[in-house]
């Protein structure tokens, strides 16, 4: 008699196109994202609105109130965010923008290593995780990490090395900064997880870079160099010849990691490329000379004497710098078509999370 009440696999039918299947408790874009659909996303966490669809069929356990990021237009007409809506029966989905290019490799979830444990600033760390066979990823993506039998519950970081690496040495790295309740930040920041078993789980992201000919405008803040570094040490591998201004936001010198690294790509880069640190805490007597302030007002500078209107904008970081920056961008008429982004929940680290706007 219990079996009637037993969880079901759902079917999940995509714009009549595409089936996949949400196992239970799972969320349509969890389902989708496990079998390499590429479905719009964006904070994951039912903040943003980027992966809202129209449920034609079908019923939906709604996680969070989708009410407050929904208009009541789009509720009476359907719409749903994929991120917060478990399938409760068969479904079918309409999506408007589901995307068919772009990375598309097999997700794994491999068992590695902790090779290497480096301290890249007083509170983040790089971890080096060796693998049991390569895994494929586009410079830019992310993997959910967990310690099995510690730490089940996933985190998502970003590759921090150039995708090609990856391939050929089996080895894979990632920055992890230690946030304030962070179980799994604050676990990689000891030494002693040197030999330890991790779970890796990935590639997932939408976060790459675009082929064009056009300036780039690479923005990092905080925590959010990694996938930035990654993506142009394998542009410079791809002899991507194509302008670059880096502004990375810190709040002091202490804050600020992989200088030698990024130095080192300026070196390599075939065109133009101007790193610009911006630093919002530097205590006025450290004899910093470089530029200081909030990121956005380095950016607001930089356009006002140097934009072309035409670039595109890669950048990486906590929410509130992203849409600040996505303001700045839009009074310089740089649509949101041009900006490809990948938002960091910092506070709660729970779901980094990837897209291109
Ligand atoms: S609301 Fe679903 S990804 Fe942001």
């Not at 390599?268 to 640190?277: A, K, L, M, Q, R």
Request: hydrophobic content about 35%; glycine content about 8%.
């Amino acid at each position: 008699m219990f079996s009637m009440f037993k969880k079901k696999d759902r079917e999940v039918s995509i714009n009549d196109t595409q089936q996949l299947i949400a196992t239970p408790g799972e969320t349509i874009l969890q389902a989708g994202t496990r079998q390499g659909i590429r479905m719009p996303h964006n904070c994951r966490v039912g903040g943003c609105g980027e992966c809202k669809c129209k449920l034609v069929s079908g019923k939906v356990k709604e996680l969070t109130e989708s009410a407050y990021i929904l208009s009541a237009d789009e509720l009476d007409q359907g719409y749903i965010l994929t991120c917060q809506s478990v399938p409760k029966t068969d479904i079918s989905i309409e999506i408007e923008r589901l995307e068919n290019n772009g990375p598309n490799y097999e997700v794994k979830k491999l068992i590695g290593k902790v090779t290497r444990h480096q301290q890249l600033t007083h509170d983040t760390v790089e971890i080096q995780v060796s693998l049991p066979e390569p895994l494929s990823y586009e410079s830019g993506q992310y993997a959910q990490l967990s310690i099995p039998g510690v730490i089940e519950q996933s985190r998502a970081y970003s590759f921090a090395a150039a995708a090609s690496d990856a391939h050929n040495n089996q080895t894979v790295s990632f920055f992890i900064r230690a946030v304030p309740g962070g179980e799994m930040s604050n676990h990689m920041q000891q030494a002693s997880v040197i030999g330890s078993t991790i779970e890796v789980e990935g590639p997932y992201g939408d976060f790459y870079l675009r082929d064009s000919d056009d300036p780039m405008l690479c923005i990092a803040g905080g925590s959010g160099l990694a996938p930035l570094k990654s993506l142009l040490e394998e542009a410079i591998k791809n002899n991507v010849s194509r302008p670059v201004t880096f502004l990375f936001g810190a709040r002091t010198q202490e804050d600020l990691y992989c200088i030698e690294e990024i130095s080192q790509i300026a070196k390599d880069w075939v065109n133009e490329f101007h790193f610009i640190p911006v630093l919002s805490n530097e205590p006025i007597d450290s004899g910093w000379n470089g530029l200081r302030g909030f990121v956005t007002e380095a950016i607001e500078n930089h356009l006002s004497i140097n934009s072309s209107g035409n670039e595109k904008v890669y950048m990486c970081g906590p929410p509130p710098m992203i849409d600040a920056v996505e303001d700045t961008l839009q009074t310089f008429s740089i649509r949101s078509t041009q900006i490809y982004y990948d938002k960091f929940l910092d506070k709660r680290h729970t779901n980094k999370t990837n897209t291109a706007a």
